[in-house]
T-cell receptor, first 116, second 111 residues
Framework: GAVVSQHPSRVICKSGTSVKIECRSL??????MFWYRQFPKQSLMLMAT?????????EQGVEKDKFLINHASLTLSTLTVTSAHPEDSSFYIC????????????FGPGTRLTVT | GENVEQHPSTLSVQEGDSAVIKCTYS??????FPWYKQELGKRPQLIID?????GEKKDQRIAVTLNKTAKHFSLHITETQPEDSAVYFC??????????FGTGTSLTVIP
């Protein structure tokens, strides 16, 4: 099946710094990537939809200036958490959607962000 | 936007029994309904999906049913095994667009 990688898997940063998370589709080109946030024992909350070469579409309540998304190529999307605060600590998961492969989205392994 | 509700939030069954998880959705335009299994700290894994032109789909011990009129769909796991223990999420999507997840069901299969 299609493989999606995410880097880093874990990151600890100090409050006020920025953190970049990369999501890569390794063996296919993804026209669309999704970014989710998951709190412990809770569901995946869609943050934004990222389409290659265009601006990301953010869900209501998600600050686009806080969570910067760039989808510069068909295999790479990045999420930058700017001026991170402890409340940004969470599990961030990306997924890649293959338009020609049916409707399935392929998930990355997730990134555990801890802001101290 | 789409609102997906999922019940129950926790479910315990004896090994060998069946488990049923139910979801409802609000947007009648949704036409793709996947189910995911997520183990602690890991990525969600697709276990079965159904499209709106199909009422039921089965894959070995797992089946999904869809009622478009009532806007609900269900996951059925038969002959449960301890390795089925995990959190299960339903989701609804308009093909290729945003996926909206249910709140999750923590399934425990008791040996």
């Amino acid at each position: 099946g299609a493989v999606v990688s995410q880097h880093p898997s874990r990151v600890i940063c100090k409050s006020g710094t920025s953190v970049k998370i990369e999501c890569r589709s390794l063996d296919f080109q993804a026209t669309t990537m999704f970014w989710y946030r998951q709190f412990p024992k809770q569901s995946l909350m869609l943050m934004a939809t990222s389409n290659e070469g265009s601006k990301a579409t953010y869900e209501q309540g998600v600050e686009k200036d806080k969570f910067l998304i760039n989808h510069a190529s068909l295999t790479l999307s990045t999420l930058t958490v700017t001026s991170a605060h402890p409340e940004d600590s969470s599990f961030y998961i990306c997924s890649a959607y293959l338009a020609t492969g049916g409707d399935e989205q392929y998930f990355g392994p997730g990134t555990r962000l801890t802001v101290t | 936007g789409e609102n997906v509700e999922q019940h129950p939030s926790t479910l315990s069954v004896q090994e060998g029994d069946s488990a049923v998880i139910k979801c409802t959705y609000s947007d009648s335009a949704s036409n793709y309904f996947p189910w995911y299994k997520q183990e602690l700290g890991k990525r969600p894994q697709l276990i079965i999906d159904i499209r709106s032109n199909v009422g039921e789909k089965k894959d070995q011990r797992i089946a999904v049913t869809l009622n478009k009129t009532a806007k609900h769909f269900s996951l059925h796991i038969t002959e449960t095994q301890p390795e089925d223990s995990a959190v299960y999420f339903c989701a609804a999507s308009i093909t290729g667009n945003q996926f909206y997840f249910g709140t999750g069901t923590s399934l425990t299969v008791i040996p």
